[in-house]
């Protein structure tokens, strides 16, 4: 019989340390409510204690998802591991998710703790978590560069006192494919109670190899793979959850085991995930990429057409590409546009909620000749954006730009309930409107980051633009769409100084020195 491969993802949390990809609770319980239905066995919706808001967000996911087990990760103390637990609670099957640090540079200049004193902090954590459920987690943080004796002992120690999944973290992305598999194989191997506990690894991307680095694990007895939809995380990011799950798949020759996901569900977890938080998908991404499954080449064309087999190894339709879609335009009516939103797990609380969001798609349709589902997750994203921002909101703008002229913009905006207005010039048009809101509403930041995605296909295309500003050591992420770019500029623009102005949701669960 061929054995389960368990899925855990934790895109809500691990993918939510990425500079500006905070999220809301509702866009949290949108990519939660995806994530059941492609049937991820378990989902990491958070770190409750980082943030009464981070509580409030695992606490209604574990209240609204049912088909999958929740997990709230805890740092080794009581009080992590007290919120964690309360956390995820309300869970049909709740985890808890604790860790600790096990290297020496970690230990020494991090915690400043002598490794005893490590052991039998992770050791109480563990037992305090089996208080409050079965299902308990432990990860010694940067195993991957641990002395191997001493990880040995701490395992044993927190399977014996009740860790069902023991996850080798290479929390730096720091080893080879070769070493990290034979790290698994050896630690399944010493420690004398393995078999009581479900061995997971969870990979960085910082050398680009942590898609090989859990491959190389599950082929040395791994049997839950930690990863994120679009490898979503801090720094390079984590293992593509799209990656390893297709692999595994595909290769069946060589993999023993399979995951439960439903494939077709990937491609619509990546879109919603780029389009919450503002990370566009690079078109040569493997799996969920624009050019994943394009053919050029004339040689490549032709061997396709006569079998597709010669040039691709997977369906596109098995990740969800050639799904039968509904496309909408300005004669669809309200039945439509609900039935079409509630396929992609877009839901409304209210008739008045529907209404609105009718109307906007409406406003849409008249720019655009058809409205694609990309367009539906985009106008669903800035809509509740938009009930977030309650400090800057967008009035209107007119700009002029030609040749051998200086670009000149007017922006309104409604600040606090009042509208101003301001007139700027720029290197470009889109300078000169972030210089006229700048006008309007005077704040001090560095842009770090403009980006320009095509939603859609076509010259009517919805535009997509991301912004990255950093202010007093915040770096926030704002996302703005509409068929004029230099609309969705300003949109995007006014999002993310609109964070700004909101207090810090969170902080990093390894900030402090010691746990």
């Not at 692999?247 to 919603?272: E, K, N």
């Not at 009042?418 to 560095?446: H, K, L, R």
Request: charged share 25%; glycine share 6%; net charge negative.
């Amino acid at each position: 019989m061929q054995e389960r491969l368990i899925v855990f993802d934790t895109t809500l949390r691990d993918g939510e340390q990425s500079p500006g990809a905070s999220m809301t609770t509702e866009e949290k319980i949108r990519i939660a409510r995806q994530l059941e239905k492609m049937h991820v066995d378990v989902i990491e919706a958070g770190f409750p204690a980082a943030s009464p808001g981070d509580f409030d967000a695992v606490q209604a996911i574990a209240r609204q998802v049912q088909e999958s087990k929740i997990c709230g990760l805890a740092r080794a103390n009581e009080s992590d591991v007290a919120q964690a637990a309360a956390a995820v609670a309300p869970a049909s099957a709740p985890r808890i998710h604790t860790f600790i640090a096990t290297s020496p540079i970690h230990m020494q200049d991090k915690l400043r703790m002598a490794p005893d004193q490590v052991l039998e902090r992770a050791v109480a954590a563990v037992k305090q978590a089996r208080n409050s459920t079965d299902d308990v987690e432990f990860s010694p943080e940067d195993a991957g560069r641990s002395e191997e004796d001493f990880l040995c002992r701490v395992i044993e120690a927190v399977i014996k006192a009740g860790a069902s999944t023991i996850n080798i973290p290479d929390t730096v992305g720091y080893t080879m494919p070769s070493q990290f598999g034979e790290l698994i194989a050896r630690l399944i191997s010493r420690v004398p109670n393995s078999d009581q506990a479900v061995f997971s690894v969870h990979c960085h991307n910082d050398l680009g190899v942590a898609v090989a680095n859990s491959l190389a694990a599950v082929q040395s007895g791994a049997r839950q793979v930690e990863c994120t939809v679009n490898g979503l995380g801090e720094r390079a990011g984590n293992a593509s959850l799209e990656e390893i799950v297709m692999a595994i798949r595909t290769r069946q020759d060589v993999f023993t085991c399979d995951t439960g996901i439903d494939s077709t569900q990937i491609l619509p977890a990546s879109r919603l995930v780029s389009n919450i938080t503002g990370f566009p998908v690079q078109p040569n991404k493997a799996i969920v990429g624009a050019n994943a499954f394009a053919h050029e080449a004339g040689i490549h064309q032709d061997g396709v057409i006569k079998r597709r087999e010669t040039y691709e190894i997977m369906r596109a339709e098995d990740v969800g590409w050639s799904a039968n879609r509904i496309v909408l335009g300005k004669h669809s009516g309200r039945a439509a546009v609900k039935e079409r939103l509630a396929a992609l797990g877009i839901e409304f609380e209210t008739e008045e909620d529907l209404n609105r969001t009718f109307g906007h798609f409406k406003e849409l349709a008249d720019k655009k000749h058809e409205v694609f589902d990309e367009d539906l997750q985009a106008l669903v994203t800035e809509r509740a954006t938009e009930q977030l921002n309650e400090r800057l909101q967008f009035v209107a703008m007119k700009f002029v730009s030609q040749t051998g002229e200086m670009p000149a913009a007017t922006v309104t905006l409604r600040v606090d309930g009042v509208e101003e207005s301001a007139t700027s010039t720029g290197d470009g048009v889109v300078d000169a409107s972030f210089q006229a809101v700048d006008g309007v509403f005077p704040t001090d930041n560095t842009l770090l980051l403009y980006s320009v995605n095509a939603i859609t296909a076509g010259s009517d295309s919805q535009g997509e633009v991301s912004v990255r500003l950093q202010s007093g050591g915040r770096i926030v992420n704002g996302q703005g769409a509409d068929t004029d770019i230099v609309m969705a500029s300003v949109k995007a623009y006014i999002n993310a100084l609109n964070k700004l102005e909101l207090p810090p949701r969170r902080f990093h669960p390894q900030s402090e020195g010691t746990v």
